[in-house]
Nanobody, 118 residues
């Protein structure tokens, strides 16, 4: 049974920081690429940041220099450190994994965690 469970969201003032976590189970974490997405009402879900199995990272231009993605294979957990938060960072943040399974890639999603910046 695959589970991706986000935590760490909440309300913060502009300029503040939050650290999101995504605890995973039921996947071979070290074989999966991981990512954070976000979505606001009426808009499509957008990719915020990703990290490959080997630790290579990428970021949306809007968060470069402010957000840091990381993964802890010992804990099967993905993180997103968010600094210098802006009101436009307000969204539901989702953890996602892309894992190999029987010759194809399978995507899994968490339930999301709300981040509100005021």
């Amino acid at each position: 049974h695959v589970q991706l469970v986000e935590s760490g969201g909440g309300s913060v003032q502009a300029g503040g920081s939050l650290n999101l976590s995504c605890a995973t189970s039921g996947i071979a974490f070290t074989t999966c690429a991981m990512a954070w997405y976000r979505q606001t009402p009426g808009k499509e879900r957008e990719l915020v940041s990703s990290i490959s199995r080997n630790g290579a990272t990428s970021y949306a231009d809007s968060v470069k220099g402010r957000f840091t993605i990381s993964r802890d294979s010992a804990k099967n957990t993905l993180f997103l450190q968010m600094n210098s938060l802006k009101t436009e960072d307000t969204a539901v943040y989702y953890c996602a994994s892309q894992c190999p399974w029987e010759g194809r890639w399978v995507n899994y999603w968490g339930q999301g965690t709300q981040v509100t910046v005021s």
